[in-house]
C-alpha cells in the first residue's frame, strides 16, 4: 500500500553514488549507445568547434564530442564530483580536453566562450536550474547550441517505468507499505516538453526544442535477466522505493522482476523503450 506522500527525486550526487555509477560505466555505455548516436545526430558538431560538455561522468560523451570537432575544436568537460572527474581523465586519455571539477549552478565559465553545450543525462539534477542554465546561456557565444538527452516523466520511460510498476504492484500483493517516488522527481525533472520550456525559456535560451525518443535500448546494457534485476536494484527509482524495506520485501521485487524479465528476453538482453527526450536551443 502506498502511502499518500511522495518521495521527490532519487538521486543525491555524492562519492558513493559516484562509485556505484562507475562501476557500471562499461554496461551502461551498451545500454546508452543508441541514446548518444541520437544526442550527436541533434548537436550536430563541426571541427573547429569549442564545445562545453556537461555532467561528464565518466567522459564518454566528452571522448566522442572531442572526436567529433577535429580537426581544431576543442573540447571542456565539467562534473560536480572530483571522483568522476578523476575516471574520465583515466578513461579518456587525451591531453586536450579540458576537465573541470565545479557546480554548474554557480561554476565561473567565461562568457561566450563556447559554440556548443552537450550533456547525456548530466543536467536535471540542477539545485537551481533556471540559475544553472542561465550559467551555460552566458558561456555561449550567440548564435551557439545546447543539445541534451534527458529522461522523460517516469511512467513515460519504459525502462524506468516498467520495473516500477512490477516493483509496486508486487509491494502491494504482499501488503507492504511504501512511500512511492514522484514521477518528476529529480531524474524525470526535465521530462516533459512544458517544464523544459519553462525552464530554458527562463534562462534565456529560445527556439527550444524537444522530442520524445522511444527507441528500444536493452534494460542496463545487462546480457541476462538476472543482471538486469539487479542493474534495476542496483540505482534508479526502485532502489530508491525499496531503500530501508525489509530484504524478503527486496527478494520478492527482484523474483518478480526475474519473472517478467524472462518473458520480454529476446536472447541478447531485456529490450524496453527508452522514452528519453532530446532537446535543443538557441542562445539568441
Ligand atoms: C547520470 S550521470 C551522467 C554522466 C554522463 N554524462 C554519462 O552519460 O555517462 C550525471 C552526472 O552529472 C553530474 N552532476 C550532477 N549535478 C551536477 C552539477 N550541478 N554540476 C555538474 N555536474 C553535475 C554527476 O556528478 C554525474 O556525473
Request: aromatic share 8%.
Amino acid at each position: 500500500m502506498s502511502s499518500s506522500t511522495e518521495q521527490p527525486g532519487t538521486l543525491e550526487w555524492d562519492e558513493a553514488r559516484a562509485a556505484s555509477w562507475l562501476a557500471g560505466a562499461e554496461i551502461r555505455e551498451r545500454q546508452l549507445a543508441p541514446i548518444t548516436e541520437a544526442l550527436f545526430e541533434v548537436a550536430d558538431l563541426h571541427p573547429g568547434e569549442h564545445v562545453l560538455d556537461v555532467g561528464v561522468g565518466s567522459g564518454p560523451t566528452t571522448a566522442e564530442a572531442h572526436a567529433a570537432v577535429q580537426p581544431g575544436g576543442r573540447v571542456t568537460g565539467i562534473d560536480v564530483l572530483p571522483a568522476m572527474i578523476e575516471a574520465a581523465k583515466r578513461t579518456v586519455p587525451i591531453a586536450e580536453i579540458e576537465w573541470l571539477v565545479g557546480d554548474v549552478s554557480t561554476y565561473g565559465f567565461p562568457a561566450a566562450a563556447y559554440d556548443v553545450v552537450i550533456s547525456r543525462f548530466g543536467v536535471m539534477f540542477f539545485a537551481d536550474p533556471v540559475a544553472s542554465f542561465t550559467r551555460l546561456h552566458d558561456a555561449v557565444r550567440p548564435g551557439g547550441r545546447l543539445a541534451m538527452a534527458t529522461w522523460g516523466r517516469r511512467e513515460a520511460t519504459g525502462l524506468f517505468g516498467v520495473p516500477y510498476v512490477i516493483a509496486t504492484t508486487t509491494l502491494d500483493r504482499l501488503g507492504i507499505d511504501f512511500v512511492p517516488m514522484a514521477s518528476d522527481g529529480t531524474m524525470f525533472s526535465l521530462g516533459d516538453a512544458g517544464r523544459v520550456a519553462e525552464v530554458l525559456g527562463a534562462a534565456g535560451w529560445r527556439e527550444i526544442g524537444t522530442r520524445v525518443d522511444n527507441r528500444v535500448v536493452y534494460l542496463g546494457g545487462a546480457r541476462t535477466v538476472e543482471s538486469a534485476a539487479d542493474d534495476v536494484l542496483r540505482g534508479g527509482p526502485v532502489a530508491g522505493l525499496l531503500d530501508g524495506l525489509p530484504a524478503e520485501a527486496v527478494a520478492e521485487v527482484r523474483q518478480a522482476l526475474v519473472t517478467d524479465f524472462t518473458r520480454r528476453f529476446d536472447g541478447n538482453g531485456v529490450p524496453l523503450p527508452a522514452g528519453f527526450v532530446l532537446i535543443s536551443a538557441i542562445r539568441p
